[in-house]
Nanobody
């Protein structure tokens, strides 16, 4: 059974880059046809899909966040990483990593990131 775990700073200053890592166990991120996503949920709002990295290493980002988003991976550690640049308080949210794209069948527990000076 695949398990995902987010890690990273819980507090980021405005204009800085938010960086989170998702560690995957119980399955390889390079297994054919699996996609690995980042999703967020601001306080009191709905879920927002940020982007994915595919088993092949290709990436796709939400158009609304594309200019500030980068998702990469370290296959030796079975991890994938989100970087979101030039953050503002509006980027405060619980950030989740998950397997899949529109149908997400495994989730991390989520990590709260607050953007504040």
């Amino acid at each position: 059974q695949v398990q995902l775990q987010e890690s990273g700073p819980g507090l980021v200053k405005p204009s800085q880059t938010l960086s989170l890592t998702c560690t995957v166990s119980g399955g390889s991120i390079t297994t054919n046809y699996y996609y690995w996503s980042w999703i967020r949920q601001p306080p009191g709002k709905g879920l927002e899909w940020i982007g994915y990295i595919a088993y092949s290493g290709s990436t796709y980002y939400s158009p609304s966040l594309k200019s500030r988003t980068s998702i990469s991976r370290d296959t030796s550690k079975n991890q994938f990483t989100l970087q979101l640049s030039s953050v503002t308080p509006e980027d405060t949210a619980v950030y989740y990593c998950a397997r899949g794209t529109d149908a997400l069948d495994a989730w991390g527990q989520g990590t709260l990131v607050t953007v504040s000076s």
